[in-house]
């Protein structure tokens, strides 16, 4: 993974961006090795999760357990089901983060292009997936 864009961060917020990035990693990491509570612990219970689909030219909506059935899909469908990050930028607006990441995500021998952009809320002390959009 590509280092952090963390350039624009103020200082005052810098462990708030290592935070970010810890649960960015750790959202990358359960992805990669389908562990489902991992990845739900990433997302805030009401979180949605929409993707563009090229395809279809539309807009589709899942809730946490839909998009965490549609990671194990793709892990039963092929050897390995991994998104790469090739960046992490970073913008704070208050206790929110919209975070920005390219990636590949690799399908057994095929790797597509896409990009997620996330929103977080610094709660209870703790940062959470509000939102994620993403397409690929």
Request: hydrophobic share 40%; net charge negative.
């Amino acid at each position: 993974m590509t280092s952090p864009a963390f350039s624009d961060v103020p200082s005052e917020r810098a462990s708030d961006a290592r935070d970010v990035e810890a649960l960015i990693g750790k959202y990358l990491e359960a992805v990669r090795t389908c562990d489902e509570d991992a990845l739900r612990s990433t997302f805030d219970p009401s979180a949605n999760i929409s993707h563009y689909y090229v395809k279809g030219d539309s807009v589709r909506v899942n809730d946490v357990d839909g998009f965490i059935g549609v990671i194990r899909s793709l892990h039963a469908k092929y050897d390995n089901a991994e998104e790469k990050a090739k960046a992490i930028e970073v913008r704070f607006v208050g206790p929110l983060a919209s975070v920005r990441v390219p990636f590949g995500f690799v399908m057994g021998p095929n790797t597509l292009e896409g990009e997620d952009i996330f929103n977080l809320a610094l709660c209870k002390g703790q940062w959470i997936i509000i939102h994620k959009s993403y397409y690929l």
